[in-house]
Nanobody
């Protein structure tokens, strides 16, 4: 069956870095664009970054531009989200998405 498994979340101080991973299985990963979304407590789920099937095209929300980098390794069926210069407002559950498929999320908390 289709699985998207996020990992790499945790507690980090402001200004720190984390790398999230999304390991996919059960579908033709290399033909899907993949996105990262996030949802903070009491807020809706919003798009953070997207990457095309080949990795040749990316999109970033304005709030994370120049701080986050999305990438993928189709040989490993994995998408990454490198997050740097983290801010408290980046605190949220981060979800991996491939069209109608969603992962279970990984929590990122930015706090001193």
């Amino acid at each position: 069956q289709v699985q998207l498994v996020e990992s790499g979340g945790g507690l980090v101080q402001p200004g720190g870095s984390l790398r999230l991973s999304c390991a996919a299985s059960g579908f033709a990963f290399a033909t899907y664009g993949i996105s990262w979304y996030r949802q903070a407590p009491g807020k809706g789920r919003g798009l953070v970054a997207s990457i095309s099937d080949t990795g040749g095209s990316t999109y970033y929300a304005d709030s994370v531009k120049d701080r986050f980098t999305i990438s993928r390794d189709n040989s490993k069926n994995t998408v990454y989200l490198q997050m740097s210069s983290l801010k408290p407002e980046d605190t949220a559950m981060y979800y991996c998405n491939a069209r109608r498929y969603w992962g279970q999320g990984t929590q990122v908390t930015v706090s001193s």
